[in-house]
């Protein structure tokens, strides 16, 4: 990593899956604003930056399921997920006492309009299942682009209550579909599109799972490497990925992988 690199944000985000009885599980994942400073016009997950109200909250296990299995930056991740995911598709996962979608709107549009999210769970009577969401991978690019995050991904099984629509500000629409049908249409940066090829492996939320726990939680940093004189992008291939090198004239350029240090693999 550059010494002179600033601070990575930390960030999380939510992959959740829907079972199918008839194939593998779908995933919704959002189309984000052409005008977005950061995967403009991309496919991504649902998340976001973690902010001061997800750390607060970490100290309010009066609202949390599994709180005490957990320090407080990793409750702040996963409390970022579920929120993020609340404003961003409008579906509420791994929170407990929901009783209705307009309860899900009411919460969502408090969440816009910059209300805390304690006071809405504690007005509500709600809590969050942390131990509901499963750690998948984290990724932190070293290089230098204009944001960088430290980004922790989960996943959750879908809830059954209430519709994904995209919030028409940061996504301007949401589509649900396996993790090869999100494949086959592009448009997703490097991260999003390694995390969607090691879903694909999983069959059903069982395998999804047993994935994520099959692997130790490493921070996935992708570096370059030269193949014959051309520049590949690579990942760690020891953490369950299917694919782990790409073309970087390939990569899509909202990485700007351009920047990527010229290195062998870290050690």
């Known amino acids: 990593m550059t010494d002179d690199l600033p601070e990575a944000s930390f960030a999380a985000t939510l992959i959740l899956l829907r079972e199918q009885a008839d194939g593998p599980p779908e995933i919704p994942m959002i189309g984000r604003s052409a005008q977005m400073r950061f995967a403009a016009s991309r496919m991504v997950f649902p998340g976001g930056r973690l902010d001061t109200g997800d750390f607060s909250l970490a100290a309010r296990r009066d609202l949390l399921v599994d709180g005490d299995r957990f320090d407080e930056v990793e409750i702040a991740h996963r409390v970022a997920a579920i929120r993020e995911t609340i404003e961003e598709i409008g579906l509420a996962p791994c929170v407990e006492g929901l009783d209705s979608p307009d309860q899900i709107a009411t ?11 304690a ?8 809590r969050l299942m942390l131990g509901d969401l499963h750690p998948f991978s984290r990724w ?18 879908a809830p059954n209550l209430g519709k994904a629509v995209a919030d028409g500000g940061e996504s301007v629409y949401c589509r649900w579909g396996t993790a090869a049908d999100h494949l086959a249409r592009g448009g997703l940066i490097f991260p999003t599109q390694r995390n969607l090829e090691r879903i694909a492996m999983a069959s059903s939320w069982t395998d999804a799972t047993a994935i994520a726990a099959r692997y130790p939680m490493e921070v996935v940093t992708p570096w370059v490497e030269e193949r014959d004189g051309v520049p590949w992008l690579h990942i760690p291939e020891h953490l369950g990925y299917p694919v782990t090198a790409q073309l970087l004239s390939e990569v899509d350029r909202a990485m700007d992988p351009r920047r990527v240090p010229r290195t062998s693999a870290p050690g």
């Open 107 to 117: 919460l969502r549009q408090a969440l816009h309009a910059g209300k805390a999210f």
């Open 119 to 126: 006071q809405l769970l504690e007005e509500h009577r709600l």
């Open 140 to 157: 932190r690019p070293d290089h230098a682009m204009p944001h960088r995050f430290d980004t922790r991904f989960y996943i959750a099984r």
